[in-house]
């Protein structure tokens, strides 16, 4: 499994995120702003909806910017090879009978990436998986808040 590859992907995955999140918010606002949405009496909310949605989308839009923006800038740090899990590392991980692969980032988390064929997950530190395996290396055994057992079998 190659990290720059998974790197590659969530940027690549957040970019276009970000690209509909723009899209999404020019036409919320071009309607909120049209013709179409005034109000047609004191009852009438359709405008105002319009414009909680289209700030709304622009608020997700400036969240995905900078999320694309400290992606870009960790490149280095998230591409580096790893021995233990720290942010930028890459791990498989036996949970039952199943072996997964994470990829430890600092925004992203939820996102899952196909990379050559192969499902990788996007966590956080601060999600349960990633609290429960930071600072742990290959061998390590950890269990998840709902006691499900699981073990590191391999840290890139």
């Given at each position: 499994m190659n990290k720059t590859?998974?790197?590659?992907?969530l940027l690549a995955q957040m970019k276009?995120?970000?690209?509909?999140?723009?899209?999404?918010?020019?036409?919320?606002?071009?309607?909120?702003t049209n013709e179409e949405s005034r109000a047609e009496?004191?009852?009438d909310t359709q405008g105002l909806e319009?414009?909680?949605?289209a700030a709304g989308q622009a608020s997700q839009a400036r969240a995905l910017a900078e999320a694309v923006n400290q992606l870009e800038g960790m490149r280095g740090?998230?591409?580096a090879p790893r021995e233990s899990v720290l942010r930028g590392a890459l791990v498989q991980c036996s949970l039952g009978r199943f072996k997964e692969w994470f990829f430890l980032s600092p925004v992203g988390?939820?996102?899952t990436l196909d990379v050559?064929?192969?499902e990788v997950t996007v966590i956080t530190a601060h999600s349960p998986i990633g609290e429960a395996i930071?600072?742990?290396?290959?061998?390590?055994?950890?269990?998840?808040?709902n006691g499900a057992p699981g073990k590191i079998t391999r840290v890139v």
């Open positions: 590859e998974v790197y590659e992907a276009h995120e970000l690209e509909s999140a723009v899209g999404a918010s020019r036409e919320a606002a071009d309607y909120a009496s004191k009852y319009a414009s909680y949605l740090e998230l591409c988390g939820g996102e050559d064929g192969t930071t600072g742990k290396a290959t061998g390590a055994e950890f269990k998840l808040p």
